[in-house]
């Protein structure tokens, strides 16, 4: 079945540090891709839709300027939180698919530890 | 607003009980509807999903979840659980023909005790 792949699985860093995750559909080709945050004990939230070849489309009051999307071919995005700062802390859902009547399929996820 | 409602939050279950986790949802159009199963340390994998036709839809290991427009509700049923059924479950909702924005229930951890 279709493969959604996710790196790196976790990553703990230094305050002020920028991060990037890369979102990867393995076997099929993703004109979108979708990137979630998860906060413990809550569902997830959809940050923003990534389109290749054109502009994200952010959810309301996601910041732009701080979750850089660049999906720049059929098969990968990549999210970067820029300059992260402790409250970024959070585990980071990517997933792709969802055209037509064909589902979501996700990415293991990216645990993201700023100290 | 959309929104997605699970009702229970933790669940703890013997092998072999029964198991039934409610999803309601609010929504003035048609959906599809999901359910989604996280176990432990792994990705978000599609359980069973309804778009149309046969309201009691088969999903993978032995789950089945039955739609009842009326209800606006999408409860999630096994008849027999075993320990490995120890996970998270989420239930989601999108408009019908566009599974792009899913809307997400808060999630239900079963934990299944041998």
Redesign the interface.
């Known amino acids: 079945g279709a493969v959604?792949s996710?790196h790196p699985s976790r990553v703990i860093c230094k305050s002020g540090t920028s991060v990037k995750i890369e979102c990867r559909s393995l076997d099929f080709q993703a004109t979108?891709m979708?990137w979630y945050r998860q906060f413990p004990?809550?569902?997830?939230?959809?940050m923003a839709?990534s389109n290749e070849g054109s502009k994200a489309t952010y959810e309301q009051g996601v910041e732009k300027d701080k979750f850089l999307i660049n999906h720049a071919s059929l098969t990968l995005s990549t999210l970067t939180v820029t300059s992260a700062h402790p409250e970024d802390s959070s585990f980071y859902?990517c997933?792709a698919?969802?055209?037509?009547?064909?589902?979501?399929?996700?990415?293991?996820?990216t645990r993201l530890s700023i100290l | 607003a959309q929104s997605?409602s699970q009702h229970n939050?933790h669940v703890i279950l013997s092998e072999a009980a029964s198991l039934e986790l409610g999803c309601n949802y609010s929504y003035g159009g048609t959906v599809n509807l999901?359910w989604?199963v996280q176990y432990p340390g792994?990705?978000?994998?599609?359980l069973l999903?309804y778009?149309s036709g046969d309201p009691l839809v088969k999903g993978i290991k032995g789950f089945e979840a039955e739609f009842i427009k009326s209800k606006f509700s999408f409860n999630l049923r096994k008849p027999s659980v075993q320990w490995s059924d120890t996970a998270e479950y989420?239930c989601a909702v999108?408009n019908a023909?566009?599974?792009?924005?899913?809307i997400?229930?808060?999630?239900t951890s079963l934990a299944v005790n041998p």
């Open positions: 959604v996710q979108t979708f004990k809550q569902s997830l939230m959809l839709t859902i997933s698919g969802g055209t037509g009547d064909q589902p979501q399929h996700f990415g293991d996820g | 997605v939050h999901f989604y792994q990705h978000l994998q599609l999903k778009f989420f999108s023909g566009n599974n792009r924005k899913l997400w229930g808060l999630g």
